[in-house]
């Protein structure tokens, strides 16, 4: 699987973006797709999940009612819209996908099996 993440730039603080990652090669609908951001100096953090089939998100609490995760099964593609940015969401995100994830496991980024380059966000004051 190789995964292409795009979308990332420079916004105001209250601005939106929208991540997308596209997929190729292995079967894409049977995978789950993480996002993680990664801000200097810290270590990379899980944002959110989207389950394979059912399409089923989750979400850190401080992105909770701000950021959604979609997919596009037909596009081989997922987003992440984020609204309501905040200086805090400044990072490089990460798109990655995981073959045998269980609600226990998608938070983990050792559980995912393939990972995207990263887009850098960054969200200005």
């Known amino acids: 699987v190789q995964l292409q993440a795009s979308g990332g730039g420079l916004v105001q603080a209250g601005g939106s973006l929208r991540l997308s990652c596209a997929g190729s090669?292995?079967?894409?609908?049977?995978?789950?797709m993480g996002w993680f951001r990664q801000a200097p100096g810290k270590e990379r953090e899980f944002v959110a999940a989207i389950w394979r089939r059912t399409g089923s998100a989750y979400y850190t609490d401080s992105v909770k009612g701000r950021f959604t995760a979609t997919r596009d099964n037909a596009k081989n593609t997922v987003y992440l819209q984020m609204n309501s940015l905040k200086p805090e969401d400044t990072a490089v995100y990460y798109c990655a996908a995981g073959f045998s994830l269980t609600l226990s496991t998608m938070r983990e980024p050792t559980s995912y099996d393939y990972w995207g380059q990263g887009t850098l966000v960054t969200v200005s004051s």
């Open positions: 090669g292995r079967t894409f609908s049977g995978a789950t």
